[in-house]
C-alpha cells in the first residue's frame, strides 16, 4: 500500500468516525484542519476504494457522439 493510500483510507476513516458520532461537515473541517470539499467528499464515499478507483478516469465530453465524423474530416 502506497502511503497515498495509507493516508486517504486513515482520512475516511476518521471523518466517518466524526460523522457517526453526529458531528457536522464544517466541525470536522475545522477538527481535522481539513478544507470542506475534502470532508464532503470523504463522507459521501462508502468505502476508501470509491475514492481510490475514480481517479484519472477520463469525463464523457459532448463532442464524444461526433468524434468519430470529425476524425474522418
Known sequence: MSPIEAR???RHASVHSLLDQGHG???IARELQMGGNTVCRDARAETPEQML???HQPR???LDPFKPHL???
Request: overall charge positive.
Open 25 to 27: 461537515i464544517r466541525e
Open 60 to 62: 464523457p465530453s459532448r
Open 71 to 73: 476524425g474522418r474530416r
Open 53 to 55: 478507483n475514480g481517479r
Open 8 to 10: 486517504l483510507r486513515e
